[in-house]
């Protein structure tokens, strides 16, 4: 790891104030083949002549042109990536693919914490984060997450590059750290405070479980719990990370391996058996999940 430590910040940025710092940091080749690695962080206090053009010359630098998140401390940011625009609140967190064009400005005094990073499979984790939050870029920061203390050990950590200090992170530690933050994102965690019988989601679950055989689908699950097909649809996705039907599908799908290996029955019987009214399509659906057929699946040890 490498630091530039107190001399971290760039005069050459109009409105960050002199107690902002930046650290850098140069990742192993292990890491880059492997892991999730920071490249640059900061942690910036803003006036709001701040506005940070992709046309700067800190924007042409390689440990700026890959993905950040920007985390709101204080004051208000407006951001523009790809075209889109959004506000970010205090508590917010913006992720900005930095390989696209992209600005950011302090509408008022402000305080943030920048995270740029990369790794296998960052494009894709971006992706799917935004499509979770249907469209939304800049996230407000769930309850129970502890997004902002990781980005701080991150921060700290770069501030003391390998060392004897209790702050420095091993490159497997840094990789754990963005991984559980983007993980935190994704799906949020769940809010212990609620019971089964107030969590609608746990509830339609119990329902798909207790009639995973019969004719079921996304409008008789979300009646279930009173809800309208559209939200539920929305709101079981963001908790669990499947839709619903394809979350009935999986369940069926287990139930029928399970069938497989500890049954004679046919695969026509299994089909049946597992709620499917077409053993093409059991067929066609198992395959598509597993990678292999049932029959192939049959013969495979236990």
Known sequence: MNSIGQAGININEIGVLPESR??????SAIARQLFFYPTEMGRYTLSDRYDFLDTSPVAKRDSHRNFMLLY?????????NDGRRALAAPGQVALIDCRKPHRYKALRDARMLFLHFDGAG???????IIAAHSGKWVLSVPAGCHIRSDLLRIYDALAHPVTLHPAS???ADLSQTIYRILCELLYPPR????????????QAVIFILDHLFEPLSVETVAASVSLSPSHFSRLFKARTGYSPHEYIVLRRIDEAKSLL????LSVKQIAFRVGYHS?????SSFTAKTGMSPAAFRRMPL
Do not use: K, W
């Open 72 to 80: 709101v401390d204080a004051g208000a940011m407006e951001i523009f």
């Open 261 to 264: 290996h500890t049954t004679s």
């Open 169 to 171: 992170m091993s490159e």
């Open 191 to 202: 809010d212990q405070s609620l019971s089964p019988e107030r969590d609608v989601v746990a």
């Open 279 to 283: 053993e093409v399509n059991f067929i």
């Open 122 to 128: 960052t494009a894709a984790f971006f992706d799917q």
């Open 22 to 27: 930046r650290y850098y940091n140069t990742p």
